[in-house]
């Protein structure tokens, strides 16, 4: 099934398999992206990859989280935009971008005025965060809107509402982050009112037929946080609304509940985000992109098979392996290289993330 063509929302993928958004840190400091990254997506297309979802890119300049971040806040981003849709088109791939926003989780000297759902006190590198005002409320959820036409306009074919992981959206539904008193906090309709305002902004500025979909931390791991009850029912909710397809996480970084696993291995650590895409096929008809571990083609195949995902996404073992999808179609080796020692992000003499754990595999930043 893995390398089946599919199809989410009206847009057709070659294949099943996903590049989740990784963040790339290849771009120069207003955000504008560096012609390696269009390098590296053409790498990643050409490779085989069915959907390839960018590094996140920031909508708004208050939304900035690390140096090398993309942006997209801007129409005057959109040529630079343009040549990283093209580099994946021209190897038969689609590409969506991930649109984000830091919120409190910005790096400290980054951003003048960091804000965030509530005031927070953060611990360095960060930077404390005030509380956002409901003028600043509805300004972000434009910039949501605006980023996804700009994300059209550029050539690419959906866009992935972050909603993962600690950032702005994350922040608002997770009471960990989000003790507002108001219609933006408290209750879990209030907290997942931001997200549900952005869907609806997003939709109107692309239209019915563009593919909407959204990363989704549907549990903060936390006794006190979103809960994966609350997180199914946000789910349920979205696809109501017309989310295309779902990609499954959790964890917020901030609060150190977001672990990136590591020692993956065929059998071992596998698939770990899956019994919360269980979870969620329960109560929501809608496309699942599974993440967290994926690393043996039988692994996948038994995920799909048994519907508990569609989709099967990967980030780790494409930075060292950017032709995985094809060497797998091939029958040329039956699992990633990747030992998931997570030594990928860049290094002071380095741009952008590369493999550094395996020196004889490929670099996709070359």
Known sequence: MLFEEAHIGSLTLRNRLIRSATAEMMADEVG????????????????????????????????????????????????????????????????????????????????????????HIATPPRSN????????????????????????EAGFDAVQIHAAHGYLVSQFLSPLANSRTDAWGGSLENRTRFLVRILAAVRQQVGADFPVLA???????????????????IVRQL????????????????????????????GSNEAYFRPWAQAVRQVAQLPILLVGGMRSLATMEAVLASGDAQFISMCRPLICEPDLPNRLAAGLQSAAACVSKNR?????????ISCKCLGVVRSPAT
């Open 32 to 119: 504008q992206p560096l012609p390696q990254l269009a390098s590296l997506y053409g790498r990643l297309a050409s490779g085989g990859i069915g959907l390839l979802i960018t590094g996140h890119m920031y909508v708004h300049p208050s939304g900035k989280a690390h140096p090398g971040m993309t942006g997209i806040y801007s129409d005057d981003l959109i040529p630079e935009l343009r040549a990283l849709s093209k580099a994946v088109h021209a190897h038969g791939g689609a590409a969506a971008v991930q649109i984000n926003h830091a919120g409190r989780q910005s790096r400290g000297g980054l951003v003048d005025d960091p804000i965030a759902p509530s005031a």
């Open 239 to 266: 696809a109501s609304l017309g989310l295309d397809a779902v990609e499954i996480s959790g964890g917020l970084a901030d609060t150190g509940t977001f672990n990136i696993v590591g020692d993956i291995g065929p």
């Open 215 to 233: 990363k989704l931390g549907i549990r903060d791991e936390s006794s006190e946080g979103l809960t994966l009850d609350e997180g199914v029912h």
């Open 129 to 152: 965060a005030r509380e956002m005002t409901i003028d600043e409320i509805e300004t972000i959820i434009d910039a949501y809107a605006q980023a996804a036409r700009r994300a059209q």
């Open 344 to 352: 990928c992000w860049p290094r002071k003499d380095d741009l952008g």
